[in-house]
């Protein structure tokens, strides 16, 4: 959250035109390749089998970045779809506040039992238990390595926003599902698109929910490119 209120700012004010080009591109492949495609449809729901060189980046890379890991990551998420909109789902519009939803995901309620397959993974659990060391020691060894408005554009920039855009991605999806709700809508599950530059590939919840599997349709750009290759 350092990097949040401190490196946006900072970036914004010091930036140069390349630097804002790789940071914006980087912000992309950390939220949706990393969070939305790898961390959610590739280990939280097995949608599909990463190689094994992006299962072995995305492990640390993610824990560096503070997105958590495929034991924490799916913990969280297999509970949200279990207890999807009572007063136990982690992240619900009808029961917890947008503060609490964007600014308090480390406190979020998970279970551990939802993931027992990551519970086995002895790596995972090591990289779970000290990935704020990892995240640390990353973020300390590229400020010392690149120069600083660098290290902004290459780490704490999309860094930031790849956490704020994602829980702020989560927070509107849910409260614009219930505002429209409570003005006659169908459900509090809303696909929507407009937030597409916070949540990527996530703006389809709904279609998520009642379907599951990878995220379809014209605006989902990372499925495309991931059936391509």
């Not at 020691?137 to 554009?153: D, H, R, Y």
Request: charged share 10%; hydrophobic share 45%; glycine share 6%.
């Amino acid at each position: 959250w350092s990097c949040s209120f401190v490196g946006i700012p900072l970036f914004v004010y010091l930036a140069s035109g390349w630097q804002w080009v790789v940071a914006l591109i980087l912000y992309y492949v950390f939220t949706d390749w990393l969070v939305s495609i790898t961390l959610h449809h590739a280990h939280s729901h097995k949608d599909w089998e990463p190689p094994y060189w992006w299962y072995k980046l995305a492990l640390y890379l993610s824990a560096a970045l503070g997105h958590g890991t495929p034991l924490t990551w799916s913990a969280w998420h297999r509970y949200h779809h279990r207890t999807s909109e009572t007063p136990d789902d982690p992240h619900s519009p009808r029961y917890d506040s947008f503060f609490w939803i964007v600014f308090c995901v480390y406190w979020h309620k998970y279970d551990l039992r939802t993931s027992p397959d990551w519970l086995k993974n002895q790596e995972v659990v090591w990289v779970s238990l000290h990935q704020g060391k990892i995240s640390l020691a990353v973020t300390l060894l590229l400020l010392w390595l690149l120069p600083f408005t660098w290290f902004l554009a290459i780490w704490a920039f999309p860094l930031a926003m790849s956490n704020i855009g994602s829980s702020i991605g989560h927070a509107i999806i849910g409260h614009w599902g219930a505002f429209w709700n409570d003005r006659g809508g169908d459900d509090t599950l809303r696909d929507t698109l407009w937030i597409f530059p916070f949540a990527f590939s996530g703006y389809m919840h709904k279609t998520h929910h009642t379907t599951l599997g990878m995220p379809a349709g014209r605006w989902a750009i990372t499925t495309q490119v991931l059936k391509w290759l």
